[in-house]
């Protein structure tokens, strides 16, 4: 085997680059929406290589791109798995009809929040029980609450049904 036989498809590598960004851009867009809902959004994206070249399904395919949503109180380890845009937004618009809770994160003594210094996560600690989770810091940066439409309350913390 020759170096070159290592080596991809520089075209097939500018394909897959594009849609694992455009992937990218698309759960990006979601995080916002899902973050109103208290869900959090995120992405896989696979390949195959065969020959040299790779085989890199569309946005959305099922052997492609994979979106995963799950609570914030949980870890992704809980999510549900999506292929598509639409499916995630249609699985938000159920959410949207569960009840919402609130839980106050400036002036509670229950809760500590911690931020990496310069890091993209914050740990949302209750001082009672001692169990996290963790936020993207950016998603926490203008809200004084967490909210999240669920068929019950998180343990995390003190919600309260709004």
Not at 95 to 104: A, G, I, S, V
Request: aromatic share 6%; proline share 4%; with cysteine.
């Amino acid at each position: 085997m020759s170096k070159s036989d290592n080596i991809l498809d520089p075209e097939d590598t500018k394909i897959l680059i594009a849609r694992m960004r455009a992937a990218h851009r698309a759960a990006d867009e979601l995080q916002k929406r899902s973050m109103l809902l208290g869900y959090n959004v995120t992405f896989t994206s696979g390949m195959t290589l065969g020959d040299r070249r790779v085989e890199a399904e569309p946005i959305g395919d099922e052997a492609g791109t994979r979106f995963h949503v799950w609570r914030i109180d949980k870890t992704s380890y809980d999510s549900e798995t999506f292929t598509t845009v639409e499916a995630v937004n249609d699985y938000l618009d159920q959410l949207e009809t569960l009840p919402r809770f609130c839980l106050e994160l400036q002036g509670n003594p229950r809760i500590e929040e911690v931020s990496e210094e310069h890091g993209p996560f914050t740990l949302v600690t209750d001082n009672e029980t001692g169990q996290i989770f963790m936020l993207r810091t950016r998603d926490l940066e203008t809200i004084a609450k967490l909210h999240i439409h669920a068929e019950t309350a998180p343990t995390i913390g003190n919600w309260r049904e709004v």
